[in-house]
């Protein structure tokens, strides 16, 4: 006669996707620790992995023709849907309500912190590492009041030569003469002669397909940490595209502070031999220059704004109603989002940010010109 034996029960799989979670989650918290109390450690990470990683991963992810963060979105919330709905199918079809929800909430928190593990080891880091003005040692310092009237003063001639040279529609609103993708990829390559930390090649950025969506979230173009991607918005105003495109570009280096970004973008565009792009550069550092100097000196910025050409308002209005078009709740929610995102990411200025680069902008041309 044989003794029965207990069977210990098997481990429930979620306990087992709860504890990879919280592993993942700690790991995440410990890189953006490391990453921000022990100073070279991002730089060591962003030069010595990030970059041949970055590398090898646009290598396949460029040779796409969309944008693969995009369709991941999609998938993601796809996924997410149906977990939602076969998990309600579940509960009325066999009931245990509370144990189907703990498996679909492990599901969830795993997920979660796998996403937060990428985007750490993808961009995350970067953030807090030496940055592109002392690595290239230019001083971004507050400027003068002075100093900023006379950037803003060349910054209208030279948008004002170039508004004649670019191909514009019948309501005289800039459009692009050939496709961005080669010349933004061209132009970044042609910086990264200049300034050795940008160099190498770069693949072509990718335009949103729905861009509607980035629209209404009242962005011009985002980053993918995960596929190493630059994304844009195809349907804003042309003038915005080639400026927008080398931003999104340069944080396939590793930039991420947004003001640096803003003016590695300005810098390649510029500096490219297309017209459309110097025109883009200019026009858009243009707008940035003189909304500071619009709150440090009224007179003087009225003063300059006068001599701005004719040619360029279409392109001003035309940016201005398409963007209102999309005034509402939902971008102002977006903008706290983002607000709140580069905050933790070390940004104090939150989405002023991007407004520092006017301070770039003056310390590298103030004697330049």
Known sequence: ???????????????????????????????????????????????????????????????????????????????????????????????????????????????????????????????????????????????????????????????????????????????????????????MENLGTMFPDLSGSYPQPKKVFFSQILSRLDLTGIFSAFTIEANYNRDMTAYNIPFTVCHELSHLRGFMQEEEANFIAFLACVQSEQMDFQYSGYLSGWIYCMNALYTADYDTWSSIRSQLSPDVEPDLTANREFWAKYDGVLSEVSNQVNDTYLKINGQADGIQSYDRMVELTVAYYKDKI
Request: proline letters at 5%; charged letters at 15%.
């Open 1 to 187: 006669m044989t003794k029965s034996r207990k069977r210990k029960a098997a481990p429930s799989p979620c306990k087992y996707r709860f504890l990879a979670a919280l592993i993942f989650f700690l790991i995440s918290a410990a890189l953006l620790l490391i990453s921000t109390l022990i100073p070279g450690t991002a730089e060591w990470y962003s030069s010595r992995v990030y970059h041949p990683a970055a590398a090898a991963i646009s290598g396949v992810t460029g040779r796409v023709p969309f944008s693969l963060a995009e369709f991941g979105l999609y998938l993601l919330i796809l996924a997410f849907l149906f977990s939602v709905i076969y998990t309600i199918r579940n509960i009325i079809k066999s009931g245990s309500p509370g144990r189907r929800l703990l498996s679909w909430l492990s599901g969830i928190c795993l997920a979660a912190s796998l996403l937060a593990f990428f985007f750490m080891l993808g961009g995350g880091i970067n953030y807090h590492r030496v940055s592109f003005s002392e690595k290239s040692g230019i001083a971004a310092e507050p400027c003068a009041v002075e100093d900023l009237s006379r950037i803003c003063s060349w910054l209208t001639e030279e948008v004002n030569t170039r508004s004649s040279q670019v191909a514009r529609d019948e309501n005289g609103v800039m459009i692009l003469s050939r496709p961005e993708g080669p010349d933004a990829a061209a132009a």
